[in-house]
């Protein structure tokens, strides 16, 4: 193998299939890329076993051939190189040889064979989507789902395909969000998966605002992502996802317009004199005013209030400031909507006429 590219195309390319490559494997390989050189093109693959990303890009192809390289090896040292340098990538006697200007780089390498491939299920359902509509949905959504929970099919996020909607939910047990975009998917019977949290997390890194199609391809088992010259596979999380509609609560016959910004301010400041552990922000809402206070053991106390359109009764309310932090930075509107009952039950958030999502948010005890 031998080839030359340049360092604005070669490292583009590396960023896109570094993210899926852990720094602790359980399989010396998989810290490694494959690298692979045929006719004009150069394939860069990286797996976990549970996601893969590859992305091709051109190149001067020398001399034909594949090899697997230590991936944050390479990436560092392209990184570092100036811009607009041409890179040379050999294999000689015995290691993987990177020339650029002045500098040489003699890397180990291990043979492209013992690199596992991860393979697309036959007959899945495929469509289309934008790019700008996928990358929202996954930025309302991802926030909420949970990272290490026992109840393993909370580890991602919940996709719910239907003839004309596509539903995404996300909930750790202590907030719920839901988006749901409009869209001919032209299918028979509703269609549901769930997306591991590292696959969400990589596929919202490697998305961009534009109008571009990104194609997906929905098995039982895998699920896999094109979007350009990149293809993201990714096993589903085998689980069945909880009722997200039970969670949800039902006439919630209280009603609070905040501005976002002026509620994120002061959120911000209250939150630093609230318990480090727990985080909690009680937020009191009367006609025309919102009082945020918050306490610590040190007897340290903020209070805030900012005006806020209520014209209901007194109601009283404690939440985690991360999670109220999160909705907020989840919301485009200008202006937040909160419902909520007098009982102190879990509340509504979403922004000012934004019927497409939904953010649930559970009290906490003060």
Same mark, same amino acid.
């Given at each position: 193998?031998?080839?030359?590219?340049?360092?604005?195309?070669?490292?583009?390319?590396?960023?896109?299939?570094?993210?899926?490559?852990?720094?602790?494997?359980?399989?010396?390989?998989?810290?490694?890329?494959?690298?692979?050189?045929?006719?004009?093109?150069?394939?860069?693959?990286?797996?976990?076993?549970?996601?893969?990303?590859?992305?091709?890009?051109?190149?001067?192809?020398?001399?034909?051939?594949?090899?697997?390289?230590?991936?944050?090896?390479?990436?560092?040292?392209?990184?570092?190189?100036?811009?607009?340098?041409?890179?040379?990538?050999?294999?000689?006697?015995?290691?993987?040889?990177?020339?650029?200007?002045?500098?040489?780089?003699?890397?180990?390498?291990?043979?492209?064979?013992?690199?596992?491939?991860?393979?697309?299920?036959?007959?899945?359902?495929?469509?289309?989507?934008?790019?700008?509509?996928?990358?929202?949905?996954?930025?309302?959504?991802?926030?909420?789902?949970?990272?290490?929970?026992?109840?393993?099919?909370?580890?991602?996020?919940?996709?719910?395909?239907?003839?004309?909607?596509?539903?995404?939910?996300?909930?750790?047990?202590?907030?719920?969000?839901?988006?749901?975009?409009?869209?001919?998917?032209? !299918?028979?019977?509703?269609?549901?998966? !769930?997306?591991?949290?590292?696959?969400?997390?990589?596929?919202?890194?490697?998305?961009?605002?534009?109008?571009?199609?990104?194609?997906?391809?929905?098995?039982?088992?895998?699920?896999? !992502?094109?979007?350009?010259?990149?293809?993201?596979?990714?096993?589903?999380?085998?689980?069945?996802?909880?009722?997200?509609?039970?969670?949800?609560?039902?006439?919630?016959?209280?009603?609070?317009?905040?501005?976002?910004?002026?509620?994120?301010?002061?959120?911000?400041?209250?939150?630093?004199?609230?318990?480090?552990?727990?985080?909690?922000?009680?937020?009191?809402?009367?006609?025309?005013?919102?009082?945020?206070?918050?306490?610590?053991?040190?007897?340290?106390?903020?209070?805030?209030?900012?005006?806020?359109?209520?014209?209901?009764?007194?109601?009283?309310?404690?939440?985690?400031?991360?999670?109220?932090?999160?909705?907020?930075?989840?919301?485009?509107?200008?202006?937040?909507?909160?419902?909520?009952?007098?009982?102190?039950?879990?509340?509504?958030?979403?922004?000012?006429?934004?019927?497409?999502?939904?953010?649930?948010?559970?009290?906490?005890?003060?």
């Amino acid at each position: 193998m031998d080839f030359v590219a340049n360092r604005e195309v070669f490292l583009p390319a590396l960023s896109k299939v570094i993210g899926v490559v852990e720094r602790r494997q359980t399989l010396p390989i998989l810290g490694n890329l494959l690298v692979v050189a045929q006719g004009e093109t150069v394939t860069l693959t990286g797996s976990d076993l549970e996601v893969e990303v590859r992305t091709e890009f051109g190149a001067n192809v020398k001399e034909e051939g594949e090899t697997t390289v230590p991936a944050r090896k390479l990436v560092d040292i392209c990184r570092n190189l100036a811009e607009g340098t041409d890179v040379r990538m050999r294999l000689k006697d015995e290691r993987c040889v990177v020339t650029a200007g002045r500098g040489r780089f003699s890397l180990g390498y291990l043979a492209a064979a013992g690199f596992p491939a991860m393979g697309l299920e036959e007959g899945g359902f495929e469509f289309d989507v934008e790019e700008t509509r996928l990358k929202r949905m996954l930025e309302k959504c991802s926030f909420a789902m949970a990272q290490q929970d026992v109840r393993y099919y909370l580890n991602g996020l919940f996709m719910e395909l239907r003839s004309s909607l596509l539903t995404a939910v996300a909930t750790d047990g202590h907030r719920l969000a839901k988006f749901v975009v409009s869209m001919d998917l032209a !299918i028979d019977e509703p269609r549901q998966v !769930i997306i591991p949290t590292k696959t969400v997390m990589e596929l919202k890194r490697q998305l961009n605002v534009s109008e571009d199609s990104v194609r997906l391809s929905v098995g039982e088992k895998s699920l896999r !992502i094109l979007l350009g010259q990149t293809a993201m596979t990714s096993k589903l999380v085998d689980g069945r996802y909880p009722d997200y509609e039970q969670v949800i609560p039902r006439d919630l016959g209280e009603v609070a317009i905040l501005d976002k910004d002026a509620l994120r301010r002061s959120l911000s400041r209250a939150a630093i004199l609230s318990n480090e552990k727990y985080r909690g922000v009680r937020l009191s809402f009367g006609k025309g005013i919102l009082k945020l206070l918050a306490h610590n053991p040190e007897q340290e106390e903020a209070e805030e209030e900012i005006e806020i359109d209520y014209d209901g009764e007194p109601v009283s309310v404690a939440f985690n400031v991360a999670y109220m932090m999160d909705v907020l930075g989840a919301v485009d509107a200008e202006k937040v909507e909160i419902r909520f009952q007098v009982d102190n039950k879990s509340s509504i958030w979403k922004g000012e006429g934004s019927e497409d999502e939904t953010f649930v948010v559970m009290p906490m005890r003060l």
